[in-house]
């Protein structure tokens, strides 16, 4: 198993809002956002030359126990609370790649892991961007796969929808104002 460095950088606070949630639903949004986390490193990383750009079409899908290649980041769950769940997940690099300059690079993942989620391209759904991300998305590069992102939200959605007392999910880069919702609304109407 890899040796992980814990930063010092914000970390990313996921909750879903409502009576009752489930393992299920849990599993893959922490798996989700694994996953999505370690995109977003690779992809900051690669556009500073730290480490090289992975190949299209080899993140997802991909088997999740035993990945091919270690995840740059770990999240480390540091808090959670039961009810509604409230969960915040510390960033952890690499030990290898634990350097100064590398992580002055991924000192605003956490925005852009948020940042990512809400510009995937989903439909359907109400979400509101509280405010504009801190650091400037990275341009799509020819090697990035788009779908990536996407299809990871969309199961966590997919899953979290299954269950009826699931009412939101946030994802916010704690300390920052960046701030995602989204919103289940089963048939109801929006109150003005």
């Known amino acids: 198993m890899p040796d992980y460095a814990t930063t010092?950088?914000?970390?990313?606070?996921?909750?879903?809002?409502?009576?009752?949630?489930?393992?299920?639903?849990?599993?893959?949004?922490?798996?989700g956002v694994q996953r999505i986390a370690d995109k977003v490193a690779r992809n900051m990383l690669a556009a500073e030359g730290a480490v090289a750009p992975r190949p299209r079409g080899t993140g997802y899908p991909y088997p999740w126990l035993r990945p091919r290649h270690p995840a740059i980041v770990q999240l480390e769950v540091t808090q959670a609370s039961a009810g509604s769940y409230h969960s915040a997940l510390r960033i952890a690099v690499l030990s290898i790649l634990a350097q100064p300059h590398t992580l002055a690079i991924l000192d605003g993942l956490a925005a852009?892991?948020?940042?990512?989620?809400?510009?995937?391209?989903?439909?359907?759904?109400?979400?509101?961007?509280?405010?504009?991300?801190?650091?400037?998305?990275l341009p799509a590069k020819p090697e990035d796969d788009p779908r990536q992102v996407h299809s990871l939200v969309t199961d966590?959605?997919?899953?979290?929808?299954?269950?009826?007392?699931?009412?939101?999910?946030?994802?916010?880069?704690?300390?920052s104002e960046v701030t995602l919702d989204i919103e289940f609304y089963r048939g109801r109407t929006e109150q003005s």
């Open 8 to 31: 010092q950088g914000t970390p990313i606070v996921m909750e879903f809002l409502g009576s009752r949630v489930d393992c299920l639903s849990l599993g893959i949004a922490h798996i």
């Open 112 to 137: 852009n892991v948020v940042w990512a989620i809400a510009t995937s391209g989903l439909r359907g759904i109400t979400s509101k961007l509280q405010a504009q991300s801190p650091i400037r998305p």
């Open 156 to 175: 966590i959605i997919a899953a979290a929808g299954q269950n009826q007392h699931i009412e939101a999910i946030r994802f916010r880069a704690a300390e």
